[in-house]
């Protein structure tokens, strides 16, 4: 067995606005297991202050600003990315990483993003609804672990029930009997739909 096998696989997961080249949300990962002040280890965070930071965030907005490839090789690191409206979603990865697997990471943060919020993924959007964003993040990924890649997966674990749904949901028979009676009204209501179209 390999001496650095992990499941850590994230370094860092940035959302950053294009405009003013602020950051909306952001997050960097240590692997676990190891001491939290050092920064020798596979899987350490090679930025751990925020000034590092910020530095690091600023020159990889100007690298990926003219970019036509969703992925580069940046301060060492592997960088998948993806832009959508105002804002520049990067998945940050080790040197040694697969470049499909933090590929398909960014990708479902992207749809996630986009069924949960109804395709409004901008600046504005994303503030408001940080909840929603850092709780898709944290079921995508978790330390640095990759948990789920699947956006229909993700946002169903996410979204909020309808509130209007909520008080008409009190009223419904959920027992076998019910859902009999349900099956037959359905059966009735096709048969009735297709003789009419007949």
């Not at 804002?87 to 040694?96: A, K, S």
Request: no cysteine; glycine share 6%; net charge negative.
């Amino acid at each position: 067995m390999a001496p650095n096998m992990s499941l850590f696989s994230v370094n860092a997961i940035l959302l950053l606005s294009t405009d003013d080249r602020t950051r909306i949300l952001t997050k960097y990962y240590n692997a676990p297991h190891h001491a939290p002040n050092s920064t020798n280890h596979p899987g350490a965070n090679p930025y751990p202050t925020v000034k590092e930071q910020k530095a690091f965030e600023k020159g990889l907005l100007e690298k990926t600003n003219k970019q036509s490839s969703d992925i580069i090789l940046y301060d060492g690191r592997i960088v998948v990315f993806k832009m959508e409206g105002d804002v520049m979603m990067y998945v940050v990865g080790g040197p040694e990483e697969n470049e499909i697997l933090l590929f398909g990471v960014v990708l479902a943060l992207r749809d996630s993003l986009a069924i949960l919020l109804k395709n409004s993924t901008d600046k504005r959007t994303l503030i408001e609804n940080y909840d929603l964003v850092s709780l898709a993040i944290d079921e995508i990924v978790d330390d640095g672990i990759i948990l789920e890649v699947d956006p229909v997966v993700v946002a169903s674990r996410v979204s909020r029930a309808p509130a209007q749904d909520v008080t008409n949901i009190k009223g419904v028979d959920f027992s076998e009997e019910g859902l009999q009676n349900l099956l037959a009204f359905g059966k009735n209501k096709i048969a009735e739909r297709l003789r009419q179209g007949l």
